[in-house]
């Protein structure tokens, strides 16, 4: 992953404790977190089916799916709840003074 990979994707007074956005980096489609006050980056939709993860639920470091009740945990992608078994692919987040920037692999 090299400097030119990462993307601005927010500026960080966007996202407050507990909130997710969706942008569009090219052709992926993310989901952006703030929990904790850190930053988190997965892919926008749901491993089980088409849904859009920006439109779940953040409870604690778990994003719930909209839909069906599936859940990830946001630092890791990681399935943590049926429907869903596989996990969501994350991506690096690093802050540059006030800009949230994302790191996609071109
Ligand atoms: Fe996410 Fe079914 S689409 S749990």
């Given at each position: 992953?090299?400097?030119?990979?990462?993307?601005?994707?927010?500026?960080?007074?966007?996202l407050?404790?507990?909130?997710?956005?969706?942008?569009?980096?090219?052709?992926?489609?993310?989901?952006i977190y703030k929990?904790?006050?850190g930053f988190y980056?997965?892919?926008?939709?749901?491993?089980?089916?088409?849904?859009?993860?920006?439109?779940?639920?953040?409870?604690?470091?778990?994003?719930?799916?909209?839909?069906?009740?599936?859940?990830?945990?946001?630092?890791?992608?990681?399935?943590?709840?049926?429907?869903?078994?596989?996990?969501?692919?994350?991506?690096?987040v690093?802050i540059?003074?006030?800009?949230v920037?994302?790191?996609?692999?071109?």
């Amino acid at each position: 992953m090299t400097e030119a990979d990462y993307h601005r994707v927010a500026t960080t007074t966007d996202l407050h404790d507990g909130d997710v956005i969706e942008v569009q980096v090219g052709k992926t489609l993310l989901a952006i977190y703030k929990i904790d006050g850190g930053f988190y980056a997965t892919e926008g939709v749901c491993t089980h089916a088409y849904a859009r993860m920006a439109e779940g639920y953040v409870e604690g470091d778990v994003i719930e799916c909209p839909y069906h009740g599936g859940a990830f945990d946001i630092r890791s992608g990681k399935a943590v709840a049926a429907p869903c078994t596989q996990d969501l692919k994350t991506f690096p987040v690093r802050i540059d003074g006030d800009a949230v920037l994302v790191g996609i692999a071109s």
